[in-house]
């Protein structure tokens, strides 16, 4: 937290004369978590300034929910940069209302970047917070989704793929759902090409088979139940967006070369 | 897949880009040479035309660069087809510098130790009429990619003279050079210790350089390297190439069916960045 009043900082964002100057700017303004900070934030994605975007997805994501409605309002239509790294920002963010931009992303985007982050927000969404007569529909779209994304063309994207699968694995009750992206899992494994694809898969039927009741009784189930809840919660870091922070010197590096060249 | 790439690209066929390396259209020529290795052409007779492309002497920059060379060079490397090592060998004596690099780059992807002796020849400037690199004149062999390739096809007697690189002025040399002897270095511990230079190099300034050896501890899938990999200052995507050539070594030093820690410890860091 800073003292420093947004107006001033979103004054500095507006009156930066260089790449550097504005990721510092918007950085500064990302660390002050102040709600009048959004509409500065969304409009930073737009700017073609990669150190700017990361910076302004990070404040996003600190952000989290009261960031989610304009984020989806700026997201209808605009430039095709800005929607890539809106996606980031409402992937970090987990609510479940980005849902249905989320799919449309993975199953859509040319970028694997992009579909890369739409999958790994699939897996973040936080479902419990959806209305309970909503969730199985939502939940078998992102699975059915998820599935098809597990047969991407590029590794990294079915990778992600399959780490959401597992982290929705983790949140789902109805055993049959289980069952059904386990069995992806086991048909995948026949034909995956790549070893790390692999051998995420396998940690993924490993942890969930040891969160998996065995003798079917209700203290079983119970216990089960709660140990899933104990794995999804360890899973749930804070600063999951990759901590765009760590790329802030490197974008601002980049974007020094591109304004020297 | 690759087949299936080329049915697919419309601008060119297998036969039509054979023709065109066979034609008269330079523009075409290096097109098609660079075609058949990105889609991967592995026929007989594209390995064919592009063995002779290296031995073209009409495609000529102003600085007497030979583009086509250098685009066959590269296409034979993806290829995968034993004949061209012979040829590609006798390229490590032309007088482009790109020409050389290409060839000692494709050497490698080959995996013939036969071509180890005009490496060391050329690692040592013993080639008379190698030229320099024209953008970086004090750079007159392509070190980088000689020393990549000595350590990827296990030329143990090189040993001596790779170390002597360790102290080269350019920084990408030295980490080629800890590179090949981490490759070359059977003791675990004394291998870390050239792994940890590329580690070092993580934390350096420069993020092309940070990029290099980020490639580099993925090719070379050094585990001791993987946390400073998640957290150096570099694009996530980079950083998931290299910790998903960790986690491919990891899973080939495993046996059977098991996930070995270091395995779950390298997925863990990879999750945290999609």
Redesign the interface.
């Known amino acids: 937290m800073t003292n420093t009043q947004p107006q001033v900082l979103i004054r500095a964002v507006q009156d930066a004369d260089s790449p550097l100057k504005l990721i510092k700017a918007v950085n500064a303004l990302a660390e002050a978590h102040h709600p009048e900070a959004i509409p500065t934030l969304l409009e930073v994605l737009g700017y073609n300034n990669p150190g700017a975007a990361v910076a302004a997805v990070d404040g996003l994501v600190q952000l989290g929910d009261m960031a989610v409605e304009p984020l989806l309002k700026h997201l209808d239509g605009h430039n095709y940069t800005a929607r890539a790294w809106g996606v980031r920002a409402l992937a970090g963010i987990g609510h479940p209302s980005g849902l249905e931009t989320l799919l449309t992303t993975l199953k859509t985007d040319f970028a694997m970047s992009v579909r890369r982050a739409a999958a790994r927000g699939l897996g973040n969404i936080r479902w419990q917070e959806m209305p309970e007569s909503d969730r199985p529909a939502a939940q078998a779209a992102a699975m059915e989704t998820l599935l098809v994304a597990s047969q991407d063309g590029e590794w990294i994207v079915r990778y992600a793929a399959i780490a959401a699968l597992h982290a929705l694995a983790t949140a789902l009750s109805d055993p049959k759902a289980i069952a059904h992206i386990q069995a992806g899992w086991q048909q995948q494994l026949q034909v995956e090409e790549t070893l790390a694809v692999q051998a995420r898969i396998r940690l993924a039927q490993q942890s969930l088979h040891s969160h998996t009741p065995s003798d079917g009784t209700p203290e079983g189930d119970w216990y089960a139940t709660l140990e899933r809840l104990y794995h999804r919660k360890s899973e749930e870091r804070p600063m999951a967006e990759g901590d765009p922070r760590k790329f802030r010197e490197v974008a601002a590096s980049l974007s020094a070369r591109y304004n020297a060249e | ?1 690759a087949q299936g790439e080329s049915q697919t690209d419309g601008t060119l066929t297998v036969e039509r880009a054979i023709a065109n390396l066979r034609g008269d259209d330079l523009g075409l020529r290096v097109y098609a040479a660079w075609w058949l290795g990105r889609f991967r052409v592995n026929e007989p007779e594209a390995v064919t035309v592009l063995i002779e492309a290296l031995s073209d002497e009409a495609d000529r920059t102003e600085a007497g660069g030979y583009p086509l060379r250098r685009n066959a060079a590269r296409a034979l490397g993806k290829l995968g087809d034993r004949r061209a090592v012979s040829p590609l060998t006798e390229s490590l004596k032309c007088t482009d510098f790109y020409v050389r690099e290409a060839a000692a780059q494709s050497l490698e992807m080959l995996g013939d130790p036969v071509c180890v002796p005009a490496l060391v020849a050329l690692l040592q400037d013993e080639v008379p009429g190698t030229l320099p690199s024209p953008e970086q004149p004090d750079f007159i062999q392509p070190y980088d990619s000689l020393l990549e390739a000595l350590g990827t096809l296990q030329a143990a007697d090189a040993i001596p003279l790779i170390k002597s690189f360790l102290e080269h002025p350019i920084e990408r040399v030295r980490y080629a050079a800890a590179r090949a002897l981490y490759q070359l270095t059977p003791d675990p511990n004394e291998a870390s210790q050239y792994g940890d230079v590329l580690v070092q190099a993580l934390s350096g300034r420069d ?1 092309q350089l ?1 990029r290099a050896a980020l490639a580099d501890l993925g090719a070379i899938g050094y585990l001791g390297a993987a946390d400073a990999i998640a ?1 150096t ?5 980079l950083k ?2 290299a910790l ?1 050539g960790l ?2 070594h990891a ?2 030093q495993s046996e059977g ?1 098991t ?1 070995p820690p270091e ?2 410890r390298v ?1 863990q860091l ?5």
């Open positions: 897949m993020l940070r957290e200052l570099a694009e996530n995507s998931l190439i998903k986690l491919e899973m080939q069916d996930l395995a779950v997925m990879m999750d945290a960045l999609l």
